[in-house]
């Protein structure tokens, strides 16, 4: 059994492709069969952000018009045995990607992986739409911010109205809070939406909590997912959500300050 | 000298929630307006009441608030008009 999940937001620069790249890394990194496929086509960077952009021959939109195999698209990532990554298309238009070719892929990437992490393009329009069609699963990447929690509300919309969930009514597609750029020190002060304030705005569950991190940008300039920087407290904090995805309990082992705040109190 | 810095340090103080107000209100706005399907014409319903009660009662524009409500299969419209306590702001129609 696969699961599809989308890594969606709805406003840019929030942290999707940095969540999409650190996430599909802990899942592997536990020892599962993961791909990560990025949507945004004509603005690829999760290539970038994986550190494979020279390795990109064949796309997603190739694979889709049969220019090429998926096998010559997917790239194998170096440091992590079962991480794939499926490149987008850098030079086509975003209507390259049709309903029909997205789900062929996806059908035949499910044969071989058990999780396909789908990196949605910034925007409610159809990049956006393809990425979550298919999903079984949502994280929706939200910075405490205003603009950012509201168009997380416009994407939540989204996913119980425009997926094949939707239209076939099946379960929900399972929704997931992940809160990136977390100052803790700047909630205390009273000048940041707390974790809590954007959970009661949303209404979904929260999965974890990543804080502000220099780690970040360091691990972007160097194309290495930050779940591989052992140092990095942001990475340390996807680990935490990999594990809470798969369904542990995990204690708030690093940053009990700010973990138990939420996770303790109601 | 700290009674200054008690005028310049409250205005920031409680911004994050005064953004917390300001996304309840626009967030479960903007959910009314895209959950139901046929709303489209609520604003001008709305503008066009408003019209036909000022012509007897001056209220304000935030004096009446319209709702549709989905109950399984039948819709609710809601229409709010909160009159002026002051009976002073009836217009007379024989002279207007």
Redesign the interface.
């Known amino acids: 059994m696969s699961t599809v999940i989308v890594v969606t937001s709805g406003k840019g620069g929030v942290g999707k492709t940095t969540t999409s790249a650190a996430f599909a890394t802990g899942l592997a990194l536990r020892g599962h069969q993961t791909v990560v496929i990025d949507f945004d086509v004509g603005l690829r960077n999760l290539d970038l952000i994986m550190g494979c952009e020279r390795r990109v021959v064949y796309d997603f939109v190739n694979v889709i018009n049969g220019e090429g195999t998926l096998n010559q698209a997917i790239i194998k990532d170096k440091r992590v045995d079962s991480l794939f990554i499926l490149p987008a298309s850098q030079t086509r238009d975003k209507e390259a990607l049709t309903l029909k070719g997205v789900y062929r892929v996806i059908e035949a990437l499910k044969k071989r992986f058990e999780y396909i992490v789908c990196d949605s393009p910034a925007g409610i329009e159809h990049g956006a739409i393809m990425a979550m069609y298919f999903a079984d699963e949502a994280l929706i990447v939200t910075n405490p911010e205003v603009s950012s929690v509201r168009d997380s509300d416009r994407i939540i919309g989204l996913l119980s109205s425009k997926t094949h969930r939707a239209a076939q009514n099946l379960d929900p597609v399972k929704e997931h809070l992940l809160i990136t750029r977390y100052a803790q020190k700047r909630v205390t002060k009273g000048d940041m939406l707390s974790a809590q304030d954007i959970q009661d705005i949303l209404a979904i569950p929260l999965l974890g909590i990543i804080p502000e991190s220099k780690s970040v940008l360091q691990a972007s300039n160097s194309g290495v997912p930050v779940t591989l920087d052992k140092a990095s407290d942001a990475g340390q904090a996807y680990l935490e959500v990999v594990a809470r995805f798969l369904g542990e309990e995990v204690s708030n082992s690093q940053k009990k300050g700010f973990l138990s705040h939420w996770f303790g109190k109601k | 000298m700290n009674f200054l810095n008690y005028f310049r340090l409250s205005p920031?103080?409680?911004?994050?929630?005064l953004?917390?107000e300001?996304?309840?209100i626009?967030?479960e706005h903007?959910?009314r307006l895209?959950?139901s399907p046929n709303l489209d014409y609520l604003p001008l319903l709305q503008k066009e009441l408003l019209e036909v009660v000022r012509k007897y009662v001056a209220i304000e524009d935030e004096h009446i608030s319209i709702h549709l409500e989905r109950n399984g299969d039948f819709e609710v419209l809601e229409l709010n008009i909160t009159l002026p306590d002051n009976d002073n702001s009836r217009k007379d129609s024989g002279k207007s």
Do not use: F, M, P, Y
């Not at chain 2, 920031?12 to 929630?17: E, G, I, M, R």
């Open positions: 920031q103080k409680n911004t994050a929630s953004a917390k300001r996304l309840r626009i967030v903007e959910r895209h959950n």
